[in-house]
DNA sequence: TTGACATACATAGCCGTGTTAGGCATAATA
DNA sequence: TATTATGCCTAACACGGCTATGTATGTCAA
């Protein structure tokens, strides 16, 4: 379980970041997120949905509704170059943190 | 300058961390943090006193009123028993999402 | 002596945000 | 037909960081 805190933390880069591979929806950025963490981070949609809305109206996000192969619509969300752009300051500000940990833990700092 | 939400992420973890190196008080946590970031994570007085009373009505750590050479009383903080044991669940989380992150980012997973 | 500054602790109000809980709707499955 | 999974949304609540402010002491220079 992952604290309230930390799952704040990393919502807007996450979301960045899976969002910079390709359009994606909602509903699908949770399971994306659930598998990507091999079952560690498991976001509540009430958690979720605000901060598309916010990120959008930040000008991060681009929304469309579509319907897929399956017949539903979904509010797909696509990266907007200023999201883009953001992802390398949110990756700044983690890789600071963590390599501040790093040091504590008698880690090897990340690069990159 | 790190976002208030990462902020509060790395409150706990680092304030466990950095007293697991010995006790110290609170205006000298605050610049053991920025130097290990190398000026990157400024934290206040008003973020990080309500954290360590916090943390020490959770029982995590314990204070005590000293008087250092400098003739002037300050409050240290010390690991309670509980406290020292909560930073491996601490670590783990945080390298849950960063080793997330790390595969988005095309990085190494860390490893303990 | 006096003023400025760093040290050192603390709290109050504002505001943002995750959680919990609930609502609504459609497609697939039993 | 009933249930489950999908898919979106919002409201009330509680928690916590930020800003601002208050208090007090030691140091150093004018």
Same mark, same amino acid.
Do not use: F
């Given at each position: 379980?992952?604290?309230?805190?930390?799952?704040?933390?990393?919502? @807007?880069?996450?979301?960045?970041?899976?969002?910079?591979?390709?359009?994606?929806?909602?509903?699908?950025?949770?399971?994306?997120? %659930?598998?990507?963490?091999?079952?560690?981070?498991?976001?509540?949609?009430?958690?979720?949905?605000?901060?598309?809305?916010?990120?959008? &109206?930040?000008?991060?996000?681009?929304?469309?509704?579509?319907?897929?192969?399956?017949?539903? @619509?979904? @509010?797909?969300?696509?990266?907007? @170059?200023?999201?883009?752009?953001?992802?390398? %300051?949110?990756?700044?500000?983690?890789?600071?943190?963590?390599?501040?940990?790093?040091?504590?833990?008698?880690? &090897?700092?990340?690069?990159?």
């Amino acid at each position: 379980m992952i604290s309230k805190e930390l799952i704040g933390a990393s919502a @807007k880069p996450l979301v960045l970041s899976v969002l910079a591979q390709g359009e994606d929806y909602g509903y699908s950025i949770i399971q994306r997120v %659930r598998q990507l963490s091999e079952d560690q981070i498991e976001w509540t949609e009430g958690m979720l949905y605000p901060v598309l809305h916010r990120m959008e &109206k930040e000008g991060l996000l681009v929304s469309s509704w579509q319907v897929g192969d399956s017949g539903r @619509k979904r @509010k797909y969300y696509r990266l907007s @170059k200023t999201g883009a752009k953001s992802i390398a %300051r949110e990756q700044a500000q983690w890789i600071a943190v963590h390599n501040t940990l790093a040091k504590l833990w008698g880690m &090897k700092p990340c690069t990159t």
